[in-house]
């Protein structure tokens, strides 16, 4: 199993331009989520999907799209990237949104992030 | 709605000493609680989580830590810090369902000689 892959590991974008930070999982997690690290702010949620063509906002959604069209990938879109997006993204998953943290298979699977600048 | 605080920013410690990083939540529920850990430039690796039972669990590379209902809090230790244990450290809250995963504003350790 490769677990939950980014891509790209890096990019940087000017202003106003437009991408898609790639998030793709092959253990048939049904959920999905996607947060943005900054220094002194820990991890914020931005979007999250419990399912195909079901998403919903987190902490920080401002700036940024999703779709879930399959069960395997949850891509984030940046429409105008802005400077205050600079950060280091990181794409999480996890097994069955019925499935119970005592039950075998609960756990959270992160990427490995995408660090991305924007200037 | 859930939060997490982790009240140290940055802690240093001597190798070779203990170590407790603090963390607590607000929540309604029993929640479940995750401890990570992240070196510079890396991923976010789980060191420990408690879902129910003993409120003393144990994880990787040493750390155990404690739950303490009362004082609504998971706090993380380690007997004897290694230099290899400065890293950034996350308390997180979550539950099973549709909740997603919530995280603390991180504390980053650093360890001298």
């Known amino acids: 199993n490769a677990g939950v892959t980014q891509t790209p590991k890096f990019q940087v974008l000017k202003t106003g331009q437009s991408m898609t930070l790639q998030c793709a999982q092959d253990?048939?997690?049904?959920?999905m989520s996607w947060y943005r690290q900054d220094p002194g702010m820990g991890l914020r949620l931005i979007h999250y999907s419990v399912g195909a063509g079901i998403t919903d906002q987190g902490e920080v959604p401002n700036g940024y799209n999703v779709s879930r069209s399959t069960t395997e990938d949850f891509p984030l879109r940046l429409l105008s990237a802005a400077p205050s997006q600079t950060s280091v993204y990181f794409c999480a998953s996890r097994l069955g949104t019925q499935l119970k943290p005592t039950q075998s298979g609960y756990g959270y699977t992160f990427g490995s992030g995408t660090r991305l600048t924007v200037v | 709605a859930q939060s997490v605080t982790q009240p140290d920013i940055h802690i240093t410690v001597s190798e070779g000493a203990s170590l407790e990083l603090r963390c607590n939540y607000s929540y309604g529920a029993t929640p479940y609680l995750f401890w990570y850990v992240q070196s510079p430039g890396q991923g976010l690796q789980l060191l420990l989580k408690?879902?129910?039972?003993?409120?003393l669990v144990q994880g990787i590379k040493g750390f155990e830590a404690e739950f303490k209902r009362s004082q609504s809090s998971f706090n993380l230790r380690k007997p004897s810090v290694h230099w290899s244990d400065a890293a950034e450290y996350f308390c997180?809250?979550?539950?099973?369902?549709?909740?997603?995963?919530?995280f603390g504003k991180g504390t980053r350790l650093s360890v001298i000689a």
């Open positions: 408690y879902f129910s039972g003993d409120t």
């Open positions: 997180a809250v979550g539950e099973s369902g549709n909740t997603p995963l919530v």
């Open positions: 253990m048939n997690h049904e959920y």
